[in-house]
Nanobody, 119 residues
């Protein structure tokens, strides 16, 4: 199973930017879909952005136009560029992957990285 490690979280003021990275232990070229989720205290985990192996992306309405998800297969890394951050973006951000091998589905998760946006 692929292992995922997030990094790049931190504390910023509203309007600032952060770039999150998700490094995979193996090739991500064969991973069907990689995604970023987030979970704020007292709230359920929600999908933020996703990218398929073909490069198709989708975003939560709340981050559309502010966040950009991308992947670098050569570096086995997925990124989440976050601009115009708002206090409501404060959460733990998790990297997630989905792929199938020999008919078996895998859904590994990273450990999460904290993003805190102050007003």
């Amino acid at each position: 199973q692929v292992q995922l490690v997030e990094s790049g979280g931190g504390s910023v003021q509203a309007g600032g930017s952060l770039r999150l990275s998700c490094a995979a232990s193996g090739s991500i070229a064969s991973i069907d879909r990689m995604a970023w989720y987030r979970q704020a205290p007292g709230k359920q985990r929600e999908l933020v952005a996703a990218i398929t192996s073909g490069g198709n992306t989708n975003y939560a309405d709340s981050v559309k136009g502010r966040f950009t998800v991308s992947r670098d297969n050569a570096k086995n890394t997925v990124y989440l560029q976050m601009n115009s951050l708002e206090p409501e973006d404060t959460a733990v951000y998790y990297c997630n992957a989905f792929y199938v091998r020999r008919g078996v589905s895998f859904n590994p998760w990273g450990q999460g990285t904290q993003v805190t946006v102050s007003s």
